[in-house]
């Protein structure tokens, strides 16, 4: 039998909590909460599902309270999920199935620390934003435990099993989220004096750079940029997961900027660098779309196709899902380009075939119109490619595409659309 042990730091989380201790009821030896200050009904909530309660003091270290949570397991592992992660049922039943498989196997028994598995973001409507992989799975062992104030990691001394027999779903970094908790300025001001402490760390330059801007000001843009390089060209390497976001702002900042030379180096250093992210393939096209190389562009964008449809690897992607229609309109600009009448047939029925059976989605139309016009196509030309499925005269199907337009930040174009909608209804 796997003994589980399930830990979690939380603060006035009643609106997850039950559901946080719900997804492991019967599959875990013991559940461990360490409350640090709520002054909800968390901890009620918590003792209430059986869950053994402990209190923290709260001294501005994430690191040091899951650290005094895993003090408290007993279980042969550990599983530690914050408040707004979660798996489904039958996905803890599978978790438990590979615990088994592990503690059988006379060599993953004694070399495994951890087990990373696929991490999904959701938004506040309950969509796919992000898929990622992340580890939230230890063995019990005292020398598996966190480091870092914020944004805390534990390091693997032996051996990492990767998986994608379940996977995590995350609720918690939304805009109501932000909103309710107002976490995003309680982590600029944390790391800002983390910064201070450790001048040099790359992980803390991304994770300040990242989390500054959400100010969405250009002068945050420029902090940011700045802070990313930085860390890129520190001695110290960081963390994968980290850099990433250093990738995930620069590159598109350089395309917008027009400095394709260095998109490109970004791209190629990516790639090397996080060979299962395809995202870094996907913006390595675009930019030869826009340079007019468009074989290298095909190239590329067909691996990424391959990879998403195939699904056989566990893959990073926070631009293709949910919507894969930003990978089959760069599809369509590089076979156009290399008079491949084919190919650009197949992926225009495959464009017009997602916008039919989505048609009312704003999170599947959304990317594309921000794909167009980040590609440079002009107002005009967008809305054509929506003048076969959508009436232009219907006030109700030009707010849908405007709606789909800012949420997906093509704010131009929505005022555009909306400035449409306007004389519509003076007519």
């Known amino acids: 039998m796997v003994k589980l042990s399930q830990c979690m730091i939380v603060k006035n989380e009643e609106k997850n909590i039950e559901r946080a201790l719900g997804w492991a009821k019967g599959y875990t030896f013991e559940q461990i909460i360490v409350d640090t200050g709520s002054t909800d009904k968390t901890v009620e909530l918590a003792e209430k599902s059986g869950a053994k309660v402990y209190h923290f003091e709260w001294i501005n270290d994430f690191a040091a309270a899951k650290n005094f949570a895993m003090d408290q397991a007993k279980g042969d592992w550990i ?32 070399e495994c620390d951890a087990i990373t598995c696929p991490f999904i973001d959701l938004d506040d409507a309950g969509n796919t934003v992000n898929v990622s992989s992340h580890q939230r799975i230890y063995r019990n062992r005292a020398y598996l435990r966190f480091t870092g104030k914020i944004h805390e990691a534990v390091k693997i001394q032996k051996t990492n099993y990767n998986t994608n027999e379940f996977q995590i779903i995350h609720t918690g970094y939304t805009q109501s989220a932000y909103k309710d908790t107002d976490k995003q300025e309680r982590n600029i001001n944390m790391l800002r004096a983390e910064h201070e402490q450790k001048p040099d760390d790359p992980d803390i330059m991304h994770y300040l750079a990242n989390s500054i801007l959400s100010h969405g000001t250009e002068e945050a843009r420029e902090e940011a940029e700045k802070l990313h390089l930085n860390a890129l060209t520190s001695k110290k390497t960081g963390n ?12 598109p900042r350089f395309i917008e900027k027009s400095n394709y030379t260095e998109a490109i180096k970004l791209c190629d250093r990516a790639i090397s660098d996080i060979p299962k992210n395809i995202d870094y393939l996907y913006y390595r096209a675009v930019i030869n779309n826009k340079k007019e190389n468009y074989k290298e562009a095909f190239k590329d964008l067909s691996e990424c196709e391959s990879v998403l449809i195939s699904g056989k690897n566990i ?20 076979s156009k380009g290399l008079d491949d009448e084919q190919n650009t047939t197949k992926n225009t029925t495959i464009i017009n075939a997602i916008i039919t059976e989505n048609k009312y989605s704003p999170e599947i139309i959304g990317p594309y119109i921000r794909a167009m016009s980040w590609y440079g196509e002009s107002d005009e030309q967008v809305l054509e490619k929506f003048i076969d499925l959508y009436d232009p005269k219907n006030p109700k199907d030009m707010m849908l595409i405007a709606r789909a337009a800012k949420e997906s930040g093509a704010i131009d174009f929505a005022r555009t ?11």
């Open 79 to 110: 599983a530690i999920l914050d408040a707004d992660e979660y798996m489904s049922r039958e996905d803890a039943k599978k978790m438990i199935k590979l615990l088994e498989k592990i503690q059988n196997d006379p060599k993953l028994s004694k």
């Open 240 to 251: 994968t997961p980290v850099r990433q976001l250093a990738y995930d702002f620069l590159i």
């Open 315 to 334: 893959i990073t992607t926070r631009l293709l899902t949910p919507s894969p229609l930003p990978l089959f309109y760069q599809l369509f600009i590089s």
């Open 417 to 427: 659309v909306i400035g449409i909608v306007q004389n519509l209804m003076e007519q």
